[in-house]
């Protein structure tokens, strides 16, 4: 890494259609870090929302430049093996699975060599090219950077499903022998919408109630749903980022979602 990057401010940025998270630091000053949420208006696209964000927040000037790391949420996941991984073939891959979705968009994708799977997910045309315009941009998504974590994370079990809430966004992955075997995503306003979701995923993965284990995380309802879940599975562990990021700063920010610490933190 040259001098220049090190010093460079690195901005992380969240983007869901509920607001965004602005993360900014320099790498060579850990107490730099600075941290802002935006709420976006349902009025406005999301490319104006985002737009608007970079002027209100503080510490985001237009005149420098940054490494940038953006997180786009999706619900539209398109996984195919990496001998398949070919730029020029993501268009046809994403339409076979979302034929009704918006053709509007820049397709982006995630290589994860060490599950052997690369993750395709859209980005809205206007969006991408107002992010573009802040620097140099690295984009992931909440599944890519989940299951970095889990595969680093040391994991006792070889088979196991991980359910990762922030707002009203679940996130569902199945794990075998290290590989990604299922990546879900669910828009879901009530706790029993989870639950449902959860344990049909969990039946059809062919996972069992009494020896395999679910891992849970996140933040709307999550001590609610590791008592209802328990019910029906018996080895859940939940993943605490104030026991994993213990010793950081990021800890200190009450709300600050798991995979933007991850991000920062593990990548």
């Keep these: 890494m040259t001098e220049d990057k090190i010093k460079r401010k690195t901005l992380s940025i969240r983007i869901s259609t509920n607001g965004f998270c602005f993360c900014g630091y320099t790498p060579t000053l850990p107490d730099s870090l600075q941290y802002y949420t935006y709420q976006t208006d349902k009025e406005r696209t999301l490319a104006a929302n985002f737009d608007r964000a970079i002027e209100e927040t503080p510490f985001i000037n237009k005149g420098e430049s940054y490494a940038i790391k953006a997180i786009i949420e999706s619900t539209e ?3 195919l093996p990496n001998d398949f991984d070919n730029k020029q073939d993501y268009r046809q891959y994403y339409r ?3 034929p009704k979705s918006d053709s509007n968009v820049e397709l982006v994708a995630n290589r994860l060599n060490a599950q052997g799977v690369t993750i395709i997910f859209p980005i809205e045309k206007n969006l991408y090219e107002s992010i573009q315009e802040l620097g140099e941009v690295t984009f992931y998504t909440p599944a890519s950077i989940m299951a970095g974590f889990m595969y680093g994370h040391d994991t006792e079990e070889n088979k196991y499903m991980l359910a990762y809430i922030h707002n009203h966004q679940v996130l569902f992955m199945s794990i075998k022998e290290k590989k990604i075997e299922l990546i879900n995503s669910f828009k879901s306003e009530h706790g029993h919408d989870i639950l449902f979701y959860l344990l049909s995923i969990w039946k059809e993965q062919g996972f069992s109630q009494s020896e395999d284990t679910l891992y849970l995380c996140g933040d709307r309802g999550i001590e609610e749903l590791l ?7 018996k080895n859940i562990k939940r993943l605490n980022p104030n026991k994993i990021f213990s010793s950081n700063l990021l800890n200190k920010i009450e709300g600050i979602p798991f995979d933007l610490q ?5 990548e």
């Design 77 to 79: 996941y398109t996984c």
């Design 96 to 98: 076979l699975c979302f």
């Design 262 to 266: 991850a991000l920062i933190l593990c």
């Design 227 to 233: 008592l209802t879940t328990g019910k029906f599975i």
